[in-house]
Every structure is written in C-alpha cells, then in structure tokens.
C-alpha cells in the first residue's frame, strides 16, 4: 500500500518561496506519475502539477511562472517550490500518486497546511 | 487548465438516490473521475474511467457520462455519504488536469 507524507514549513513569509516535499513509502517513486494538489480553506481543489519519475513535469498554466516539482528517486521524495506567494497562497497542500493512462489521483497524502503571512 | 463545472450542494433523503453532475467541454473527450471529500481528510477516489470503483469502494457509488456531462450517482445514500464530492478530468487540449468547484451533498 502506497502512503504519501508531506512535510516543510507551516509558515511562509509574503513574497519568499514555498517548499514542501513528500515522502513516498510501501512502494517505488519509478515508473509512475506525482502530482501537487492544494485547496485553500473553504474552498475547492486546484491542480499545480506532476512529475514523471525521470523528471519530465506538467504545471497548470496559471500557475507555471511560479512552480517548480522536481524528484529524488535516491530519497523516493518529489518537491515543490511555488515562488513569489501571497496570501492568496494560503491553502493546504496535498501530493498524489497519478494513475495513468486512468489519470486520478489514486493515492493521497494527508495534506498540509501552508500559511502566507508576515 | 479544466473548466468543469458542478452544482454547489444537493441534499438527499437517507436510502434515497441522488445524482451529482460535472459539466464540460472536455468531457466530450475524457472521462471524469469522482472524489469523496469529508472534512478534515484527504479526498478519496471513487470512481473512475467509464464506470470503475477502487477496492473498498461500495457499490452503491456509480458513474455515467453523457456528451459534455458526467453523472456520479449515490444509490440508497447513507449517512456516511455526507460528503463534498468533486469532480476532475483532463483538459480538452488534453494536457492538463483540473478539477470541478465540488457539491456538498447532505443526507437528510
């Protein structure tokens, strides 16, 4: 049974850059697919990207100046980096397993919360 | 990136059946997956591809899709059900992913 764990700061100044990282366990981060997803509080969710595990990576356009995922298949961990936040920011932050050629999300981190504020 | 679009709340009277929808462009062209969200958790897979449920899943949740809308339906709901639901499928260039606003569903 794939389990996901995300992990990094809580607290992110405006204007600095956001990262998290997640922990793959009970199964290899090859030959598949990662993905961020975040939701701010109260609302819905939002797709910010995925990785392959070669390293290849697929942003949403609203967000593609500012994101960066990237992979470590020697730690089984993928990252991501969203640049220049606001407080608009503000969401909890989940990474995912992609299943294709299905393309869902069929494994989930518990998610964490990442808020921007001075 | 996806522009689906779903209905913010629907209620449902417990046992009775009840059938959530995800409009768009791109569903004419890919199938839509289902995630059940309940508060304070992660959201789940229920459905996915032409009809799929994961391991775990009951039976009760069902999918269908139909020209530019996809149908998650609960049949006989239960309490446990009481859930934000939402939808996500590739974009019509096919390259993207997103996600519908979600419904809240009540069960009565």
């Known amino acids: 049974q794939v389990q996901l764990q995300e992990s990094g700061p809580g607290l992110v100044k405006p204007s600095e850059t956001l990262s998290l990282s997640c922990t793959v366990s009970?199964?290899?981060?090859?030959?598949?697919?990662w993905s961020w997803i975040r939701q701010p509080p109260g609302k819905g969710l939002e797709w910010i990207g995925y990785?392959?595990?070669?390293?290849?990576?697929n942003y949403n356009p609203s967000l593609k100046s500012r994101v960066t995922i990237s992979v470590d298949t020697s730690k089984n961990q993928f990252s991501l980096k969203l640049s220049s936040v606001t407080a608009a920011d503000t969401a909890v932050y989940y990474c995912a397993k992609l299943a294709r050629p299905a393309w869902v999300f069929d494994y989930w981190g518990q998610g964490t919360l990442v808020t921007v504020s001075s | 990136s996806s522009e689906l679009t779903q209905d913010p709340a629907v209620s449902v009277a417990l046992g009775q059946t009840v059938r959530i929808t995800c409009q768009g462009d791109s569903l004419r062209s890919y199938y839509a997956s289902w995630y059940q969200q309940k508060p304070g958790q992660a959201p789940v897979l229920v459905i996915y591809?032409?009809?799929n449920r994961p391991s775990g899943i009951p039976d009760r949740f069902s999918g269908s899709s139909s020209g530019n809308t996809a149908s998650l339906t609960i049949t006989g709901a239960q309490a446990e059900d009481e859930a934000d639901y939402y939808c996500?499928?590739?974009?019509?260039?096919?390259?993207?992913?997103?996600f519908g606003g979600g419904t809240k569903v009540t069960v009565l």
């Open positions: 591809g032409k009809n």
């Open positions: 990785i392959y595990y070669s390293g290849s990576t």
């Open positions: 009970g199964g290899s981060i090859s030959n598949y697919y």
């Open positions: 996500n499928s590739r974009d019509s260039s096919g390259h993207h992913l997103g």
